[in-house]
């Protein structure tokens, strides 16, 4: 069979991701460094995983109500009242999804119409393109840009906006910048969206780590707070990634259609991580804030490691990624990575893979303990110590 | 942010730099409040956790729990103290509870241990009772666990 002019157009025209191929290098690699995987390297706390086995225990493997457990929507909604000041009424605002992945799916697609836009600042995680893309939508890239700390400010949305935009997506804390949006930020924003239709879908995921200040939701602004969807979820607050958990919030309107796909897409989310998430909710504040206060020490070292060795790179302040600019190396970013993994075996992921804009950048992650961070700064030092005399030989 | 206590306390094989970038402090601080630390005995020492039962030597510990009598004017002090001058006494602590002192001794043999409890601890004056436990096997000391975790079979995702 010709199975290409069978498959849909939409699939045909996603791209695979091109960072498979890097990977497999690296999984090769026995004794290498990796600063390449973003994930926690936490395991779930006990207490959590124990609910789990718990609900396991007791027999608890029955599908839960569509929208996810009530008991895990009130926590849900008690935790975003407790920690950013968010109010979200749990029976008809909230729904329990597989990771924020899903909710970032089911939002563009209730959302949009084919050719309407989708605003994608970038460099940013990367499935909000190709999800836009399949429901049918156009993504439009911003370029966010190192001077701005990779925040998106008010002129670069206004420049990108159309009579066919129809959603705007935050994704802040960043991933790969460690960018984030500050309330004024926030405020700019809101002017530009004044008496327009556009909706905004902030991607939370990273907001329990934000260093030095607080976390601040565009659902946090009354202005904003209509025409917001907050994407959240467990996997990096509370180093829950396997257990696919996340959520999504809005208008009750919106929610409530969601929720059809949702109900017949997936069912409803995996009942034991559900059984997880209500503890982590209850008790896990303790361990969001150890967690936090350990990435944040890596943080400081890496910043303070890649600037003493001539990486110019602007303090993240979320997330745990760091994004130093490679430009004075000469090498393109996918080069730079390329090059630094097989003559010092460390990993980096290129910023070129998280959109244009990102190129000229590398994303480090934190997530690993102090001894690789440093030992990745040992041998970050060497490589472009030797790529220097390299170029100076040649001239 | 951490204090430069509770990250050495985690781990004191940081280097000065990296102790100075996570707790905010520049290396010239971190320095001088080291060494406060250490002369003002906050922080006593350092020293590795180990598992000899992955090498070849023999070890036993045991903790003992011992009852003694109060001396007038210094308590449990002096006893405690003519306890723990002895080389094989890893730990001593005052409880309270059905007996006065834990003391955690360790030997090469257990013949070696019996005999130090039986010669050297209960023969003390003031010691009026001796209870000893030996450890049959260590799961787990100062966060540390003994075991090797199993690692999950897993694939690079990119997130």
Not at chain 1, 114 to 134: H, K, R, T
Request: hydrophobic share 40%.
């Amino acid at each position: 069979m010709n199975y290409e002019n069978i498959l849909s157009d939409r699939i045909k025209n996603v791209q695979p991701s091109g960072i498979r191929r890097f990977f497999d290098i690296l999984e090769e690699m026995k004794d290498a460094i990796s600063l390449g995987i973003g994930e926690p390297d936490f395991v779930t706390p006990w207490h959590i995983r124990d609910a789990g086995i718990y609900s396991l225990e007791k027999g608890f493997t029955k599908y839960t109500s569509n929208a996810g457990m009530a008991e895990l929507r009130r926590e849900i909604a008690a935790y975003l009242n407790r920690r950013f000041d968010l109010q979200y009424d749990f029976a008809s605002q909230i729904i329990v999804t597989v990771g924020g992945s899903e909710a970032i799916d089911l939002t563009l697609r209730c959302l949009v119409n084919p050719g309407d836009e989708v605003i994608v600042p970038v460099p940013s995680f990367v499935c909000y393109g190709p999800l836009a893309n399949m429901a049918g939508a156009t993504p439009v890239l911003v370029e966010t840009k190192a001077e701005n700390e990779f925040r998106l400010t008010a002129d670069e949305l206004r420049a990108a906006i159309t009579p066919r935009t129809k959603v705007l997506v935050l994704p802040f804390p960043n991933n790969p910048t460690g960018g984030i949006m500050e309330r004024k930020d926030l405020e700019e924003i809101a002017k530009v969206l004044e008496g327009t239709d556009i909706m905004v879908l902030s991607d939370e995921i990273y907001a329990e780590l934000t260093y030095g200040q607080h976390h601040v939701s565009p659902a946090n602004l009354p202005e904003l707070k209509d025409r917001t969807i907050v994407v959240n979820g467990f996997s990096k607050s509370h180093a829950m990634t396997g257990w696919r958990m996340g959520y999504v919030c809005g208008p009750k309107e919106i929610i409530r259609q969601m929720l059809k796909l949702h109900q017949f897409g997936i069912m409803s989310a995996p009942t034991v991580s559900q059984y997880a998430a209500v503890e982590a909710m209850r008790n896990g504040d303790v361990d969001i804030e150890k967690m936090r206060d350990e990435y944040d020490g890596r943080r400081r070292y890496l910043v303070e490691g890649l600037r003493r060795i001539g990486l110019p790179c602007f303090e993240p302040k979320g997330a745990f990624y760091v994004f130093p600019d490679i430009r004075s190396s000469g090498l393109s970013s996918d080069e730079f990575c390329e090059r630094f993994l097989m003559e010092e075996k460390v990993a980096v992921i290129s910023g070129s893979a998280f959109g244009p804009g990102g190129e000229g950048f590398v994303r480090c992650c934190y997530a690993t303990g102090m001894k690789d961070i440093a030992e990745a700064l040992t041998r970050m030092d060497n490589f472009l110590t030797n790529l220097r005399k390299k170029q100076a030989r040649e001239g | 942010m951490k204090k430069l206590l509770q990250l050495l306390e985690e781990d004191c094989t940081l280097t000065h730099e990296q102790l100075a970038s996570m707790s905010g402090m520049t290396v010239e601080e971190v320095e001088k409040t080291i060494r406060m630390y250490e002369e003002e005995k906050i922080v006593l020492g350092y020293k590795a956790i180990v598992d000899w039962d992955r090498t070849d030597r023999e070890a036993v510990t045991a903790l003992i729990e011992v009852k003694v009598t109060p001396q007038r004017g210094e308590g449990f002090d002096r006893v405690a103290e003519r306890i723990y001058q002895y080389d094989e006494v890893e730990s001593v602590y005052l409880m309270s509870g059905a007996f006065d002192l834990t003391v955690i001794i360790s030997g090469r043999t257990l013949k070696e241990v019996a005999q130090f409890v039986g010669q050297r601890l209960a023969t003390l004056e003031d010691v009026t009772g001796t209870a000893t436990h030996f450890i049959l096997k260590k799961y787990k000391e100062k966060h540390l666990i003994f075991e090797k975790a199993e690692e999950q079979e897993r694939e690079l995702i990119f997130s």
